[in-house]
């Protein structure tokens, strides 16, 4: 599959990702960039007349993703995450008064003892510096964004057991989901009636069984034992393994009781079928042109991971 070279132009405004417009259009293959604008003129952005004409990488992935020829041509999406000091910093900085409200005498011994005349002198001069280079050591050293995703991975793995699942006519599927730059990814067992999401080490999936349509997983019952379950299976019986996760997940919200359990968690827990999903995904799926931040993938993708940290003196 031949890719294009990465952009080697970003531009980041109030921590938003813009891509220059005439890399874009070479990208997708424009060999006019004023054709371009003019086709794509509701994502041109021309507000700053200093920059040339940009386009949110969002909306880059967002053509991307909406035109499976142009993908493949392309062979794979841009997703920049940025994270800066400052905005740790100052969450640490707006803490201040209740931790003062917490500490206060702890805080004025030290001062005193320190030598300040105030408290607010003493956590600007002490403390505060102190938040600084210890928040500054973690930004460096922090884990890279694919963390949770291998971790994802590797518990599946030790939850599941895939000859268990073929002896009983029964599969996985995946889907990512992108936000704020960090992807992640759910895992569902599926077959004839069944759509049960794993995510939960109360089920002993590596135990499971089908009986007359049923799934039987043992689930642990609280009190230090596993229990077969019975889940039933759903009575219009769609083959779950014939269609894609993402095609399944709009076949359940359209036509089962899905259920708004706060946070921006919907769940379905029906015959056969279990799983949660953010809100916001799904209102993504009904509409792609709806929180263009959040990206969704059907199956399994792999991801190439470079991270770039800026001098903070």
């Known amino acids: 599959m031949k890719q294009i070279k990465y952009f080697n132009t970003r531009i980041i405004r109030d921590n938003e990702v813009f891509l220059l417009a005439e890399d874009v259009a070479a990208a ?3 060999s006019d960039v004023k054709l371009f604008l ?5 994502i ?3 507000t700053n007349a200093i920059l040339p004409a940009l386009v949110k990488e969002n909306d880059f992935n967002s053509i ?4 499976k020829d142009v993908l493949q041509h392309i062979g794979h999406i841009e997703i920049t995450k940025v994270d800066t000091l400052r905005s740790h910093t100052e969450a640490i900085k ?4 209740l931790k003062y409200m917490l500490e206060g005498k702890v805080l004025e011994y030290r001062a005193a003892d320190a030598g300040y005349k105030s408290v607010s002198e003493y956590l600007d001069k ?9 928040e500054k050591r973690k930004f460096v050293s922090r884990k890279d964004i694919l963390h949770s995703l291998k971790e994802h991975r590797r518990k599946i793995n030790e939850l599941i057991d895939y000859e268990v699942l073929q002896q009983n006519g029964l599969a996985v599927q995946h889907y990512i989901h992108i936000k704020e730059g960090i992807p992640y990814e759910e895992s569902f067992i599926v077959g004839k009636g069944i759509f049960f999401s794993l995510y939960d080490s109360d089920y002993a999936f ?4 089908v009986i007359s349509g049923d799934l039987i997983i043992p689930t642990f019952d609280g009190y230090e034992e596993f229990k077969d379950t019975n889940y039933g299976h759903d009575l219009d019986m769609r083959d779950y393994s014939e269609y894609s996760t993402l095609e399944n997940i709009l076949h359940i919200i359209s036509h089962k009781k899905v259920e708004d359990v706060g946070i921006d968690l919907l769940c379905c827990e029906s015959a056969g079928i279990s799983f949660y999903i953010s809100q916001s995904e799904v209102i993504k799926l009904l509409n792609p042109n709806m929180y263009r931040e959040i990206i969704l ?17």
Not at 64 to 67: E, G, H, K, Y
Not at 126 to 134: F, Q
């Open 94 to 97: 707006s803490f201040y008064p």
């Open 64 to 67: 991307l993703l909406s035109n």
């Open 297 to 313: 993938i059907d199956g399994m993708a792999d991801f190439d991971y470079n991270q770039y940290i800026t001098e903070t003196e």
């Open 126 to 134: 002490v403390e505060l510096p102190k938040d600084y280079s210890e």
């Open 44 to 46: 041109i952005n021309t």
């Open 206 to 209: 590596d135990m499971l069984k």
């Open 28 to 30: 997708l293959g424009y």
């Open 38 to 42: 003019s086709k794509h003129n509701d």
